[in-house]
């Protein structure tokens, strides 16, 4: 079965500082990937998504995830933390085709970014 | 761009009422999803569809049920809403299934009382 972890539910850097959000993945099969982003009282944006083509898959706002097989880890790191940055990301890996197109969320690292 | 919307921001509701929650998308997309996010443990998906007057249950149906009439719009009702159904509710359309990307609505908000 799928399933996500993140092993951290709150990060906190300072302005300027990389970023680094952790998450590991268990699948019975090569998964598709995800990270997504959730500001406050907004819906959730997609930042990046992996398919099995390039392993380290850059996304929106500068973020970037390498998708490791043999770690079974998708960790979203940015080099340099903006303010703007602050807010909830969610890992998440496909489910089994025969499923409908579900996907499965981790519980979710709330990214905080001090000045 | 996608654009999926839902009926309401901010809801409050009492014990027993009968709740509608609307969800629209306007990018034809096939599969449409319903999910709670509630704090500490992420979203959660109560049913989805994956095409006109087809529904599946997700992991926690208990309590909802859905109808898609047309392609474009689905509905999450609460037969008989409880405080335990308080949360944010979220929904989600995507293209294809087997892991194609999902694009959200901006939430709505329910309260029971």
């Known amino acids: 079965a799928q399933s996500v972890t993140q092993l951290d539910s709150h990060v906190s850097v300072s302005e300027g500082t990389p970023v680094l959000l952790r998450c590991n993945y268990s699948?019975?099969?090569?998964?598709?990937l995800f990270w997504y982003v959730q500001h406050p009282n907004k819906g959730l944006q997609l930042l990046l998504k992996?398919?099995?083509?390039?392993?380290l898959v850059k996304g929106i706002n500068g973020f970037e995830a390498e998708f490791k097989k043999s770690e079974t880890s998708f960790h979203l790191t940015k080099p340099s933390a903006h303010m703007s940055d602050a807010a909830e990301y969610f890992c998440?890996?496909?489910?089994?085709?025969?499923?409908?197109?579900?996907?499965?969320f981790g519980q979710g690292t709330e990214l905080s970014v001090k000045p | 761009d996608v654009k999926v919307t839902q009926s309401s921001r901010y809801l409050v509701k009492r014990t027993g009422e009968k709740v509608f929650l609307e969800c629209v998308q306007d990018?034809?997309?096939?599969?449409m999803f319903w999910y709670r996010q509630d704090p500490g443990l992420g979203l959660r998906l109560i049913y989805f569809?994956?095409?006109?007057?087809?529904?599946e249950k997700g992991d926690i149906p208990e309590g909802y049920s859905v109808s898609r009439e047309k392609k474009e719009r689905f509905s999450l009702i609460l037969e008989s809403a409880s405080t335990n159904q308080t949360s944010m509710y979220l929904c989600?359309?995507?293209?294809?299934?087997?892991?194609?990307?999902?694009?959200f609505g901006p939430g709505t908000r329910l309260t029971v009382l």
């Open positions: 569809s994956y095409d006109v007057k087809m529904k």
């Open positions: 990018m034809d997309h096939e599969n």
């Open positions: 992996y398919t099995s083509a390039a392993t």
């Open positions: 998440v890996v496909s489910g089994l085709y025969n499923q409908g197109g579900k996907l499965i």
């Open positions: 989600a359309s995507s293209r294809f299934a087997g892991g194609d990307t999902q694009y």
């Open positions: 699948s019975s099969y090569s998964p598709s």
